[in-house]
């Protein structure tokens, strides 16, 4: 990113904070938090702390940070080194991204940003069309199929949460991340005081993984009487009869131990979270209504039930036309707008969208 | 207050009130020591710590169901004098063998009396509240016990079975059998009773107690185990853990873990390893060499890696040193350049 795209984009986000400071919810017990934050996407800053909302906002205007981060973990003194915070407590997180679901529809919506000559690919071509380099990254646009598929994550992991795990619904907060994932907050609670590795016993629950068949009623011993659960039985016992449909459960389970192993392992059913960003608990999470760096859109809340567009209702910076340049092969939708497809040529768009494409390296100020 | 009676007491005379309960009833450490009237709770407490010296699990009528009033007195007496005992004594091998045992016994008691139990609200839920605050529910379906404290003991255990993911959870809560309930807190037990008796301050010497006490230390010196020679380049957190073994205290399984991940990044062999936890107060062999193994990543399983320097932090097994040098794993130690 050059200094005339650098001044835009960090412009667009100063005004954001300007406009929109009640987006970004204070943390509660703030001055026992790690802060941090990169500006233009460069090395992070971290071990900062904020002693209140003001001193948060007089940050977030006067820095115009690409990215916020703030810990879920809270510290006796948070702007020590890591070894010397002395960490209190932990709220959970959860971390569902779209990249992870191995999509069919990724590579039609991803695109090769190349490291040598800075031009823009299918991401079907594998490498860069005009230079032929190898060192591309690959950037993924907006896509209605990938969000839809996470939220799906997101109400498996809502289910579990309540209904396993005994959280109350009122307590569990979904956000958009601004990019491709989806991130689950839960308000402080039971599991707080947990280390890493129980939180990955948490974890492992939830991705439904280590299910072992006497566990669901299939004994190791051949022949020895099977005890499958019923559809009604709590947690995961029901869900994996329910899931797989009582007759075919009863066929798997006949079919001895380690058949019924292959089967737990392929059932598909537990919910795909990032089981590092759960487990990890000196993590610095983005915040909540901030700025994400990768794409100039906002981490907003999702709200339950009702219908959301995730790359609308995030689209929260000024809509003021702006001029650049803008290369992309395909055709992507961003505050209910389409744009592209472009090939290097100059054009007007929106200041989001030319944020979005700037953060997104196929775009440069003009 | 806690609402025990002497029948708690009897079953499990490490519980918090048995000290107030002992003094309500008239009879003070002195009294045991110089009253030839009492000398058959002396020789019951005897019994009690020569039968954990052989190994074995002090059994008496208590166990066959005798619930007489003088019966359980002498019970909850015995045991208070053991410890009074071993404590004059002052023998580590001795002490950690009797909690062992202990445990053991009230453990019987434990599964024995979840398994009676109906209802919520039960003298067994509430021992096991007292002494792990765990709060344990009776369910129709189960004992159910909160996730988060089901986790906090389960997370150290190898065995599959333990698995959140392999429990029946729902609620909040995971529902286990009284056996599975006794099973998840045990390991605590013994490290309950060893530090109730730590907590305990030794008398001075007793006419009661003479003999025993000179019985015990030519037991002792027999016991008094051979140690394996560790050079002194380990770092200070596996130093620490080797001479709490030593000490024939108990080792937290994160301990244990790091210990043994640590020192098969050293290139330690299971045969190597395994003898250094022979001192351990609830040591069994077989248990000992299926946990490294499994750990070892033999059997094609995975190998763990020893933990980073910040997890053990957490853990409170961190006793950094200006040695360390700002090492982030203890596998660094001493191989760090300047
Ligand atoms: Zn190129
Ligand atoms: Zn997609």
Known sequence: ?366 | MKGFGTLEYAQYPFLEGVGRYVKDSGFGIEQFGHDSDLIPYVDRAMERIMAATRGQIYSSELDRGDIDHTLLDKETFSFVIAVIILKICGKHSLIKRFALAESRRAEKFLERNLGRDSGGGSTTAKVLAELFSVDVRYNPRGYAIPISDYIRHSAHFHEREWKLVNRMVTGGDVLLSAHQAVRLLRHELGNYIQNHITRVSAPPMMPNFAGHIAKLNEIAKELEPEYVVVSGEHPPCIKHALEVLKRGENLPHSGRFMLATFLFGRGWTVEKIAPLFKDAPDYNERTTMYQLKSISGGDGKTRYNCPLCDKLRTQNLCHETAECNGIVSPLQFGTRRK
């Open chain 1, 1 to 366: 990113m050059n200094e005339a795209d650098a001044a835009l984009v960090t412009g667009a986000i100063k005004k954001y904070y300007l406009d929109h400071h009640d987006m970004v919810p204070t943390p509660d017990k703030i001055s026992r938090r790690e802060f941090g934050y990169q500006v233009g996407g460069g090395s992070m800053v971290r071990h900062l702390s904020y002693a209140d909302e003001r001193a948060l906002r007089v940050m977030l205007v006067g820095t115009a940070p690409s990215d916020v981060y703030c810990s879920n973990a809270c510290y006796r003194f948070p702007t020590f080194a890591m070894k010397e915070k002395s960490w209190l407590d932990a709220s959970l997180i959860f971390d569902i991204d779209a990249k992870d679901l191995g999509l069919p529809c990724r590579v039609g919506h991803s695109i090769l940003v190349c490291a040598e000559c800075a031009r823009v690919s299918p991401a079907a071509a594998g490498k860069c069309a005009a230079c032929q380099s190898q060192k591309v990254t690959v950037r993924s646009l907006p896509c209605t199929k990938c969000a839809a598929a996470s939220l799906k994550e997101v109400a498996k992991l809502r289910e579990i949460l309540v209904d396993d795990l005994g959280m109350d619904d009122s307590s569990i907060h979904v956000y958009f991340s601004g990019n491709e994932g989806f991130h689950v907050h839960v308000d402080p609670g039971s599991f707080d005081a947990l280390g890493s590795r129980e939180r990955a016993e948490l974890a492992d629950y939830i991705m439904f993984k280590g299910a072992i068949p006497e566990a669901y009623g299939v004994p190791r011993a051949p022949g020895a009487k099977l005890g499958l659960p019923g559809p009604d039985d709590p947690g995961w016992r029901g869900r994996l009869v329910r899931s797989l449909g009582a007759a075919p459960a009863k066929k798997a389970a006949r079919a001895g131990h380690a058949e019924f192993q292959k089967t737990l392992g392929s059932a598909g059913i537990g919910a795909r979270i990032d089981p590092q960003v759960t487990t990890d608990i000196h993590r610095i999470f983005r915040m909540p209504g901030s700025i994400n760096g990768k794409s100039g859109l906002a981490k907003v809340p999702v709200p339950d039930g009702s219908k959301f567009d995730a790359y609308t209702e995030s689209c929260l910076i000024d809509s003021a036309k702006v001029d650049i340049t803008a290369e992309c092969p395909h055709r992507f939708v961003l505050g209910g707008r389409r744009f592209g497809p472009y090939s290097a040529k100059d054009t007007s768009v929106e200041l989001y969208a030319a944020v979005y494409m700037i953060c997104k390296g196929f775009a440069a100020a003009r």
